[in-house]
Nanobody, 122 residues
Framework: QVQLVESGGGLVQDGGSLRLSCAAS????????RGWFRQAPGKEREFVAA????????VYADSVKGRFTISRDNAKITVYLQMNSLKPEDTAVYYC???????????????WGQGTQVTVSS
């Protein structure tokens, strides 16, 4: 069974940090690009960051550039999202995904996790 499971969400104060993890099982996820998306209440799901399947090149949404860092373990199974200098507008459910390319287009991603809530209080 294909699974992506996020963890690490929670409540943090404005300016704080969190690290999200996305563990993969059931497929050879080392051959997939991985991405993070988020969805705030009443808003559409938006791209956050992605990392390529081969050399590990990364891409970020402008809103998180310089504050968030996407990385992965050597086996390319677990992907992380280090979030620093968090703001209330970062509050959302964060989803990890796996697909062919490290792009911002959600339709590229075939596999999705269930999401983890991140709440930033002001």
């Amino acid at each position: 069974q294909v699974q992506l499971v996020e963890s690490g969400g929670g409540l943090v104060q404005d300016g704080g940090s969190l690290r999200l993890s996305c563990a993969a099982s059931g497929r050879t996820f080392s051959s997939f690009a991985r991405g993070w998306f988020r969805q705030a209440p009443g808003k559409e799901r938006e791209f956050v960051a992605a990392i390529s399947r081969s050399v590990g090149s990364t891409v970020y949404a402008d809103s998180v550039k310089g504050r968030f860092t996407i990385s992965r373990d050597n086996a390319k199974i677990t992907v992380y999202l280090q979030m620093n200098s968090l703001k209330p507008e970062d509050t959302a459910v964060y989803y990890c995904a796996a697909g062919a390319f490290a792009v911002s287009d959600a339709t590229n991603y075939n596999y999705w996790g269930q999401g983890t809530q991140v709440t930033v209080s002001s």
